[in-house]
């Protein structure tokens, strides 16, 4: 069963930067494509980033050339990098393979302006 376990969330002023981890259990993330995730009050889960077996990423035109997707293999750990944060990135973001499989709690971040 794969665990995930995302951390690194919190208020943030508008231009600010924060990473988000997330730990991983039951799946080796050098083995496999991850992704991060984001969701706000009232509207869908949206994909933000994904990084492949390959360590190939990409990332939604929305978060494009701010927020970097990478992993630590000997961590079993995937990060985002967010930086020049804005409003609204406020959200709650998740981690998970794909394809998808179990959700974590997420972690929640707050850009103030």
């Known amino acids: 069963q794969v665990q995930l376990v995302e951390s690194g969330g919190g208020l943030v002023q508008t231009g600010g930067s924060l990473r988000l981890s997330c730990a991983v259990s039951?799946?080796?993330?050098?083995?496999?494509?991850m992704g991060w995730y984001r969701q706000t009050p009232g509207k869908q889960r949206e994909w933000v980033a994904r990084i492949g077996a390959s360590g190939i990423s990409n990332h939604a035109d929305a978060v494009k050339g701010r927020f970097t997707i990478s992993r630590d293999n000997a961590k079993n750990t995937v990060y985002l990098q967010m930086n020049s944060l804005k409003a609204e990135d406020t959200a709650v973001y998740y981690c998970n393979t794909i394809p998808l499989g179990p959700w974590g709690n997420g972690t929640l971040v707050t850009v103030s302006s």
């Open positions: 039951g799946s080796l993330v050098s083995s496999n494509a």
